[in-house]
Nanobody
Framework: QVQLVESGGGLVQTGGSLRLSCAASGSGFTITSMGWYRQAPGKQRELVAR????????NYADSVTGRFTISRDNAKNTVYLQMNSLKPEDTAVYYC?????????WGQGTQVTVSS
């Protein structure tokens, strides 16, 4: 079973930037598409960005397109999310998991709070 540990969240002002990291331990990371998800209070968890196993293709939710960039380093078993031009509506707990059918156990997530 893969374990996922997210980090890099914090409190930032509107327009600021953060870079999230997700470290995966166990086998399977390098052959799996990965995704970043987020869950705001009172809302369902949603997929924010996805990247294929070798990083050749990415896609994003409409709400973050042009502001967020997903990337991965398979040598480090890590996936990243660069978030720029942050908005208050980006406030949520951010998680990583498989990009399709996120069946691995969820990590603790990392809190991102954007102040207006």
């Amino acid at each position: 079973q893969v374990q996922l540990v997210e980090s890099g969240g914090g409190l930032v002002q509107t327009g600021g930037s953060l870079r999230l990291s997700c470290a995966a331990s166990g086998s399977g990371f390098t052959i799996t598409s990965m995704g970043w998800y987020r869950q705001a209070p009172g809302k369902q968890r949603e997929l924010v960005a996805r990247i294929t196993s070798i990083g050749g293709s990415t896609n994003y939710a409409d709400s973050v397109t042009g502001r967020f960039t997903i990337s991965r380093d398979n040598a480090k078993n890590t996936v990243y999310l660069q978030m720029n031009s942050l908005k208050p509506e980006d406030t949520a707990v951010y998680y990583c998991n498989k990009g399709f059918s996120p069946t691995w156990n969820w990590g603790q997530g990392t809190q991102v709070t954007v102040s207006s």
